[in-house]
């Protein structure tokens, strides 16, 4: 909506349209690249740090993807997951948002570390940073 300077509803006939079009997901990036001409697509979405697939599946549609993996102490993790009623927002079956929170937490972290573990770690393609740290710093700068 910001990039194209358009309100929720005007945004949600674009998506609408690329949906009747059965746009894949390639397209759909392709187009905001498109459209945000100088700019560095970052796609913040935590949800792909459950699957190595989906990860995996980012190597094969982008070239020279970047991650940045922002770690944060599981028990802060957990708590926030908890406090935020995050269980409800994924439907899980499982009455004990802490042990929600703690599988989540577990399993992205795990995925992360094997996924960075076979690319090397290699700091062009992946940076770990402390969220904390991260969200307090002024200025961050990321060579590759």
Not at 85 to 114: C, F
Request: include cysteine.
């Amino acid at each position: 909506m910001e990039i194209m300077e358009i309100d929720s509803s005007a945004s949600q006939a674009i998506l609408d349209e690329m949906l009747s079009q059965n746009y894949s997901i390639q397209q759909v990036y392709r187009v905001l690249q498109q459209l945000a001409g100088n700019r560095q697509l970052v796609d913040k979405s935590p949800t792909y740090a459950m699957s190595r697939e989906t990860l995996a599946r980012a190597e094969q549609l982008f070239e020279g993807a970047k991650y940045i993996y922002l770690t944060r102490h599981p028990y802060a993790a957990i708590e926030s997951f908890a406090r935020m009623r995050m269980d409800k927002l994924i439907n899980s079956q499982n009455s004990h948002p802490y042990q929600v929170a703690e599988e989540i937490w577990s399993t992205t972290n795990g995925t992360l570390t094997l996924f960075r573990a076979k690319k090397g770690g290699k700091p062009c393609q992946t940076a770990s940073l402390p969220r904390r740290g991260f969200l307090t710093s002024n200025l961050v700068i990321f060579r590759g």
